[in-house]
């Protein structure tokens, strides 16, 4: 069973820091899976954020370049975005996502808060 758990969030101030965690079980994330987080604010639609192939390759959401950056680590087999510079319309919440890249199943956490905010 896939369990994907996400932590790290809370309140930040404008131009502040945060990094967010998910720590995966059931699958390795370095091991044909796509990882990535997304993120829904209040009355918006769930966008993509940051993804990271299993052959290492990153992308960002055009927004988020440059100040997020998306890593993991294998030997913990977790899955990790630092958030710099981060601004008010950052605010939502953060969901960790795997897609097996052979079958297409897909996996969710179930999300961690993040406020932007003086």
């Known amino acids: 069973q896939v369990h994907l758990v996400e932590s790290g969030g809370g309140l930040v101030q404008p131009g502040g820091s945060l990094r967010l965690s998910c720590a995966a079980s059931?699958?390795?994330?370095?091991?044909?899976?796509?990882m990535g987080w997304y993120r829904q604010a209040p009355g918006k639609q769930r966008e993509f954020v940051a993804t990271?192939?299993?052959?290492?390759?990153?992308y960002y959401l055009d927004s988020v370049k440059g100040r997020f950056t998306i890593s993991r680590d294998n030997a913990k087999n977790t899955l990790y975005l630092q958030m710099n510079s981060l601004k008010p319309e950052d605010t939502a919440v953060y969901s960790c996502?795997?897609?097996?890249?052979?079958?297409?199943?897909?996996?969710w956490g179930q999300g961690t808060q993040v406020t932007v905010s003086s």
């Open positions: 059931g699958i390795s994330i370095y091991a044909g899976y796509a």
């Open positions: 996502n795997a897609v097996n890249s052979r079958s297409g199943l897909s996996y």
């Open positions: 990271i192939t299993s052959g290492g390759s990153t």
